[in-house]
């Protein structure tokens, strides 16, 4: 018996998932390219405020629309698990990182 794997989803559902993960990596890596050339910083302006402000609640959102693709939709794409795995990530890093702030 051989088990097809797909990459891509198929409903609305978790075509949504995947576009908001695809959209938080997107625009992290947007900022940190920014910040390698040296066009931005941490510490000046709060751009990167703004970009955690909006990336953090977008990865949260397809983590929940991850969770209900494959409770309530039986999904086993790729993108699907690999959205729940990032989202995962990103709530452990949220509740975990002021632990290991030095001010």
Not at 32 to 44: H, I, K, R
Request: glycine share 4%; with cysteine.
């Amino acid at each position: 018996m051989k088990i097809k794997t797909q990459f891509l989803p198929k409903s609305s559902l978790r075509k949504w998932s995947t576009g908001l993960t695809v959209f938080f990596v997107l625009l992290i890596t947007v900022f940190l390219t920014f910040m390698s050339f040296g066009m931005v910083t941490f510490d000046q302006g709060h751009l990167w405020d703004i970009t955690v402000a909006v990336a953090a609640p977008t990865e949260i959102i397809a983590f929940i629309l991850s969770i209900l693709a494959v409770k309530k939709k039986k999904e086993r794409t790729v993108s699907v698990y690999l959205s729940l795995i990032i989202g995962a990530c990103v709530i452990l890093f949220l509740l975990l990182h002021s632990l290991f702030i030095n001010d």
